[in-house]
């Protein structure tokens, strides 16, 4: 008899693994339908000795203090600011769109304050925001963005910007300095050894036991257990009732070149050329000195793995019929992008799966004694 079974190894089922059997003291059997632990932040050696991440580039970047303190129980850190360019007319252009991007694409040479003005400038009033187009041309006027978020949107959704939720540009800031990293956050750094020995350190707990290559709902009624934390699509868990919710996959194309490096940072933007829409060079990321280095295209696809929400009205409605069925069930919790339909960043997720630890230390574990809180919090 297990206290919980967890569906998904990644960082929410991870996390709360981790926590239920360290802090709980609970019996946890976590499954996952990939040969692998870690989710899609999974990385390995490829046959080159190339570090990489399978499932794209994951950059760990956070403000959150008690999420970078709660990782940093399972793994050193090695310190990384992410830089990206964008390929635009032939040239190479800080992204976010920052006073060196508008210098160096008009040819000129403003300062900060003329920033501010050339911008507004430029700017269309839109009153009021509602769509990824409305954010950008309200910031930066209609030229920047057709040549920086146009096309780019368009390959990653299969949609025109005018089509989708202004929280997808939103993402992306303007700023009138020169401070060309991709993320601001307090905490930016990379796990030093990778993702997945953190993951591996994470659940070696002696209450976690993990079957790996195996579908939930094949084994599911023959698994005794008590309760049950679900990280995977929340539609697939009611069986389609209400029609599938729609997401966005990517297929990756891997290379690897017989020479140090390729490109002067680690992802350059591809907005208005070519199919993919990025190339990522992992040893930027990773810091690894090797002879050879390996790339990764990304490409915008409708089928495969579930990536990332659809952000549209339509959607949220969806997501809201079956986010009432889950509220009805009160032994299964819904954690993660996928269980709650929501576009996360690896730190959101482990502050979400945190929380939801919190939630269940309140109700399902019995209130422990400061000599019992001692012992556990020795453990870590």
Known sequence: MYDYLIVGAGFAGSVLAERLATVG????????KRNHIGGNAYDYYNEDGILIHKYGPHIFHTNSEEVFNYLSRYTAWRNYQH???????????????NLNTINKYY??????????SFLEERAEKVYPVKTSED????????ELYEKFFKGYTRKQWA??????????TARVPTRTNKDDRYFTDTFQAMPLHGYTKMFEKMLSHSNI???????????????AYKKLIFTGPVDEYFDYRYGKLPYRSLRFKFETLDKETFQETGTINYPNDYAFTRITEFKHLTGQ????????????????????????????????KYAAL?????????????????????????????????????TDIPKLTTDDERILESRG
């Open 83 to 97: 830089k990206v360019l964008a390929h635009v007319d032939g040239q190479l252009l800080p992204i976010p769109i």
């Open 135 to 142: 954010v950008v041309v309200s910031k930066v006027g209609r």
């Open 159 to 168: 949609l025109d910007p005018s089509q989708l939720d202004a929280s997808v």
């Open 209 to 223: 036991k993990i079957m790996l290559n195996t579908n939930y709902q094949e084994v599911i009624n023959e698994i």
């Open 107 to 116: 040819g000129i040479n403003i300062n900060s304050l003329q920033m501010e």
């Open 25 to 32: 003291n609970k019996r946890v059997l976590i499954i996952d």
């Open 289 to 320: 000195k090797h002879e050879k280095t390996t790339l990764v295209y990304e490409f915008p696809e409708a089928a495969g793995d579930p990536y990332y929400p659809v952000p549209r009205p339509e959607n949220d409605q969806l997501y809201k």
């Open 326 to 362: 889950a509220s009805q069930l009160s032994n299964t919790y819904f954690v993660g992008r996928l269980a709650t339909y929501k576009y996360y960043n690896m730190d959101q997720v482990v502050a979400q799966a945190l929380t939801t630890f919190k939630k269940i230390m309140q």
